[in-house]
């Protein structure tokens, strides 16, 4: 019965006019966002980050939940229509929503990813609310031994799920890791890594390193590969799907809620990793597999309720542990490291309020995405004609004034403006930005957490192999980079990712 009171709570929090306005703010940009493709929620929610410091920290992390998840719905819309993937993990949705929409049937289509969708939105809160507590309750009784064995875990999950070369990816950690060493030593007050400059002396600022790396970066590859949309429906009809169409999709928006749900709770897994994997057993069970990519409705179904369930689970284990799973999570415990709230465990005892606030926000959000989006279509085709090279001024200028709002300092620009570089440069040496933004923001806690676990040992390292948790932990990591080291494995990762 305490599961009851506490989404009783959430839910007189999340039904806050205050708290309702910013989720529907939320969801709305997140729409907005997943429709006009090249501007991504990772970019959008950077770019948001200094806008959270004037905010109650509830309302801040609601809005920028529902960005996040907004974003999944607004992808399929691009996808459907366009046959451009607004979010990375609609691009799945492009090879049958498409071709629905070729054969006049888009409406089905938007209808079905909008329902596939808000019925594993629905199905993915419930599992949070269940799955967060117990999960809280076990990492309540972790030591500073087995929070740093379970950083070295998730690093090493997220670098072997990270597209392209696995060494690039180890790379990419290990930059992020000593970019958050730059700064004042805690113990000593030694200052390392700030080359004699005053303005590095409290580090590198996170929201400077995420406008740089998402913000800037996606503009510049953005302006590179744009070119023009063929908008093939220019309106949208009978967006109820037919009965036989329900009963098509809601075994495969079933198994994709259901492998989401999973996938999502992964380090490094989340929305884009489960709509593939969707797709693949969509395939793999149906009878007649040759119709995928011509238009059967499963392949929309699925991948759609895959996507909007990994999205959301992906908080479990950064609202129970504090161990971010993907990049957007690294931004959100940026944004409640912001709040001055620490990421852990305690935050369901020592702010409940937050913590089941922002669950129940979830099905706020998620029905006001389904009421106001397959309405809203109109207007959000008349978008996409939009050309991006009207959007990316305004939106350079906004990550400049947020960037120098933070301490009104215009060293942060032009920090922000190498980062940039870093990023574009990254891209384009296929080295994914996303395992430097999980290093840089977990290696503070990892270097906390061992200096700790070794003061609490007397200098003993091994600490970490004779306490059982953290022995387990470093064991599973270490099997991890073993078998993705293996040949065959290594291989099939490449022809997956590259599939």
């Given at each position: ?72 719905y607004g992808g399929s819309t691009t996808a459907i229509l366009v046959n451009l993937p607004g979010e990375p993990s609609s691009v799945v949705t492009t090879l ?82 000593l970019l958050g060493l730059v700064g004042t030593d805690v113990n000593s007050g030694v200052q390392r890594f700030t080359f004699g400059l005053p303005e590095l ?299």
């Amino acid at each position: 019965m305490e599961i009851f009171a506490n989404l009783g709570l959430g839910l007189s929090v999340a039904l806050g006019i205050q708290n309702v306005l910013y989720c529907l703010f939320g969801v709305l940009l997140g729409t907005l966002i997943g429709v006009l493709p090249g501007i991504g929620p990772l970019a959008t929610i950077a770019m948001l980050l200094p806008v959270t410091f004037t905010l109650p920290p509830i309302s801040a992390l609601i809005m920028l939940a529902g960005i996040y998840y907004g974003a999944q719905y607004g992808g399929s819309t691009t996808a459907i229509l366009v046959n451009l993937p607004g979010e990375p993990s609609s691009v799945v949705t492009t090879l049958d929503g498409y071709q629905m929409a070729r054969r006049g049937r888009a409406g089905p289509a938007l209808g079905i990813a909008a329902l596939g969708s808000f019925f594993a939105g629905c199905v993915a809160t419930l599992v949070i609310a269940l799955a967060a507590p117990p999960l809280a309750e076990v990492a309540l009784k972790f030591g500073p031994a087995e929070y740093f064995s379970l950083m070295v875990l998730g690093l090493v999950s997220a670098t072997v799920l990270a597209h392209g070369s696995l060494l690039k990816a180890i790379a990419m950690v290990v930059l992020g890791l000593l970019l958050g060493l730059v700064g004042t030593d805690v113990n000593s007050g030694v200052q390392r890594f700030t080359f004699g400059l005053p303005e590095l002396s409290d580090g590198v600022g996170f929201v400077i390193v995420a406008m740089g790396m998402f913000g800037v970066a996606e503009i510049m590859m953005n302006l590179e590969h744009e070119g023009r949309r063929e908008i093939f429906v220019k309106r949208v009809t009978n967006l109820l799907p037919s009965r036989q169409d329900l009963k098509d999709a809601f075994p495969a928006s079933a198994r994709g809620t259901a492998i989401g749900s999973v996938l999502g709770i992964l380090p490094g897994g989340g929305a884009m990793l489960s709509s593939f994997a969707s797709y693949t057993i969509e395939k793999k069970v149906s009878r007649n597999p040759e119709t995928f990519g011509q238009g059967n409705i499963r392949g929309v179904a699925g991948p759609e309720s895959a996507n909007n369930a990994g999205a959301q689970t992906s908080f479990i284990p950064m609202l129970t542990l504090g161990i971010p799973g993907n990049p957007v999570m690294a931004l959100m415990i940026g944004a409640m490291m912001i709040q001055g709230i620490a990421p852990g465990p305690q935050v369901m005892t020592e702010r409940p309020d937050l913590f089941w606030g922002m669950i129940a926000s979830m099905w706020v959000g998620n029905l006001m995405l389904v009421i106001l989006n397959l309405p809203l279509i109109g207007l959000w085709i008349k978008l996409l004609t939009v050309p991006y090279r009207m959007l990316f001024p305004a939106i350079l200028l906004f990550c400049c004034v947020g960037v120098y709002s933070i301490n009104n300092s215009s060293f942060d620009v032009l920090v922000m403006a190498a980062f940039a570089v870093l990023g574009y440069v990254c891209v384009k040496l296929d080295c994914e930005p996303a395992p430097l933004i999980l290093g840089f923001i977990l290696g503070p806690l990892m270097e906390e957490n061992l200096r700790r676990a070794m003061l609490l040992s007397r200098g003993d390292p091994t600490t970490f192999v004779t306490k059982p948790i953290s022995a387990v932990l470093l064991a599973i990591a270490v099997a991890l980079l073993l078998v993705v080291i293996a040949p065959a494995v290594r291989k099939r990762r490449e022809e997956a990712f590259q599939e």
